[in-house]
T-cell receptor
């Protein structure tokens, strides 16, 4: 069975600082994908970044990067130069090739950016 | 612009009522999903569908059923609503081909059962 663990229920960061949100996963599938989503207080889920298990390089999308350490089964999200608008819930999720496109989500981390 | 819409943002129902949550996507996606979101538990998959009239149980299907008569529409049905079904319900859709294809989410329906 697949499992995603986010151990930080809440984080508080000063504006303009970098922040790392932790995500560890467990799967026996050889091929899988890892996703990060952002959920602002308005409720919609916004896709941020994707990492494939066979990708050689860490994924980056603007201020977002994914620190993928396959041997440790971790896929941490790094946000550089945080902004007030980054305050939101963040979810890590995983999908395996055998998982019929299903996503398994972690519990989420609530990030608060202080001015 | 891609869009997933849900019939209601907020819904209040009484225990025992039959509840319909509707989801429509305009991206011609094959796959559609229903999740519920509860604090501290993240999103949990209730049901999903990979084609018209096809459905698969997710992790927590008890007390729910679904219907997909058209490709763009996926309905979640609570046959007899109970208070423990008070939650945020999120619909999503995605393409089948390509492992990297993300799921697109609707705005969510916050259901309260009293």
């Amino acid at each position: 069975a697949q499992k995603i663990t986010q151990t930080q229920p809440g984080m508080f960061v000063q504006e303009k600082e970098a922040v790392t949100l932790d995500c560890t996963y467990d799967t026996s599938d050889p091929s899988y994908g890892l996703f990060w989503y952002k959920q602002p207080s308005s409720g919609e889920m916004i896709f941020l970044i994707y990492q494939g298990s066979y990708d050689q390089q860490n994924a980056t999308e603007g201020r977002y990067s994914l620190n993928f350490q396959k041997a440790r089964k971790s896929a941490n999200l790094v946000i550089s130069a945080s902004q007030l608008g980054d305050s939101a819930m963040y979810f890590c999720a995983m999908r395996s090739v055998q998982g019929a496109q299903k996503l398994v989500f972690g519990q989420g981390t609530r990030l608060t950016i202080n001015p | 612009d891609v869009k997933v819409t849900q019939s209601s943002r907020y819904l209040v129902k009484r225990t025992g009522e039959k509840v319909f949550l509707e989801c429509v996507q305009d991206m011609d996606h094959e796959n559609m999903f229903w999740y519920r979101q509860d604090p501290g538990l993240g999103l949990r998959l209730i049901y999903f569908s990979y084609d018209v009239k096809m459905k698969e149980k997710g992790d927590i299907p008890e007390g729910y059923s679904v219907s997909r008569e058209k490709k763009e529409r996926f309905s979640l049905i609570l046959e007899s609503a109970s208070t423990n079904q008070t939650s945020m319900y999120l619909c999503a859709s995605s393409f089948t081909l390509g492992q990297s294809h993300e799921q697109y989410f609707g705005p969510g329906t916050r259901l309260t059962v009293t």
